[in-house]
Every structure is written in structure tokens, then in C-alpha cells.
């Protein structure tokens, strides 16, 4: 079984920054992909950037320039840096892992946090 837990949501004022993290749980020996997504009220969940286990980044476009998404493969942690927070920012973020190895592990499954609240608003 895979649990993630993600933490570091809030409300910031426009302009500030914040930073999430999110860790998996389970007899895990490796994750592929672990990323963040985000879905704003009424609208569908969309993609904010992954990073693959060998550090290869992708970031929305909205995004670029502002986010910066990392991990720590030992600790089967991953963070996402929020800076130049605009409104337009806020929804609820979740983190996402799949490709990940381990015991009882579906490897071809998308594995999602609970999601955290960012609020950007002054």
C-alpha cells in the first residue's frame, strides 16, 4: 500500500511564496515520477510539474519561472517552491506519484495525495 501525505498549504498574500511537501509511505524501493497538480474550484485537476527519479523537470506554463519542484529519493519526499504567488494560484494541490516499485505496489498506478489548500488573496 502507497500513502502519500502532503503538507505546507496556507494562505499568502499576491507576490509571496510558500513551500509544499508531500511524503510517501509503503515498502516502497522506488518511484519513477512524483509531481504536482492542482485543481481551482469548478475547474479540472492540472497538471504543475513532475521530476523524474533522475531529476528531469516538467512545469506548466503558468507556472514557469515562479515554481520549482524537487526531491529527495531517499526520504521518497518531493517538494514544490511557490514563489510570485498570484491569485490565480490558488487551489487545492496534490501530489501524484506513479511508476513506483515496491511490495504490493501497482506499478502502472497513479498514486494521489489528499490534497493541500493554497490560497493566495491579500
Known amino acids: 500500500q502507497v500513502q502519500l501525505v502532503e503538507s505546507g498549504g496556507g494562505l499568502v498574500q499576491p507576490g509571496g511564496s510558500l513551500s509544499l511537501s508531500c511524503v510517501a509511505s509503503?515498502?516502497?524501493?522506488?518511484?519513477?515520477?512524483m509531481g504536482w497538480y492542482h485543481q481551482a474550484p469548478g475547474k479540472q485537476r492540472e497538471l504543475v510539474a513532475t521530476?523524474?527519479?533522475?531529476?528531469?523537470?516538467n512545469y506548466a506554463d503558468s507556472v514557469k519561472g515562479r515554481f520549482t519542484i524537487s526531491r529527495n529519493n531517499a526520504k521518497k519526499t518531493v517538494y514544490l517552491q511557490m514563489n510570485s504567488l498570484k491569485p490565480d494560484d490558488t487551489a487545492v494541490y496534490y501530489c501524484?506519484?506513479?511508476?513506483?516499485?515496491?511490495?504490493?505496489?501497482?506499478?502502472?498506478?497513479?498514486?494521489w495525495g489528499q490534497g493541500t489548500q493554497v490560497t493566495v488573496s491579500s
Open positions: 501524484m506519484i506513479t511508476g513506483v516499485r515496491g511490495v504490493g505496489i501497482d506499478f502502472t498506478h497513479d498514486y
Open positions: 521530476i523524474t527519479s533522475g531529476g528531469s523537470t
Open positions: 509503503g515498502t516502497i524501493f522506488s518511484i519513477y515520477i
